[in-house]
């Protein structure tokens, strides 16, 4: 089993910045993600690092999100930028491990326009 406990969410208005955290309560190996799931809307990926930092991130964020991870501290980082309303909803990190997915309670990120 493993335990991801997400930080970091909160309010911004558009334009801003904010930086999501991502604790696992064992050594990481595998994928890290971050999904997202905005109101009456299904969960969507955001961003992927595998171990060996082979990074894939959604068109919509393209070029405004950053992922990364420290391996030392199992931990997973995503560094939102330019923030917009449509970014608002709650941020879920993801640890796979075939066949199984972990996955954190989720954070809520909240943009205001």
């Known amino acids: 089993q493993v335990q991801l406990v997400e930080s970091g969410g909160g309010l911004v208005q558009a334009g801003g910045s904010l930086r999501l955290s991502c604790a696992a309560s064992?050594?990481?190996?595998?994928?890290m993600g971050w999904y997202r799931q905005a109101p009456g809307k299904q969960r969507e990926l955001v961003a992927l690092?595998?171990?060996?930092?082979?990074?894939n991130y959604a068109d919509s964020v393209k070029g405004r999100f950053t992922i990364s991870r420290d391996n030392a501290k199992n931990s997973v980082y995503l560094q939102m930028d330019s923030l917009k309303p449509e970014d608002t909803g709650v941020y879920y990190c993801?640890?796979?491990?075939?066949?199984?997915?972990?996955w954190g309670k989720g954070i809520l990120v909240t943009v205001s326009s």
């Open positions: 690092i595998n171990s060996g930092g082979t990074i």
């Open positions: 064992r050594s990481i190996v595998s994928i």
């Open positions: 993801n640890y796979r491990l075939v066949p199984v997915d972990y």
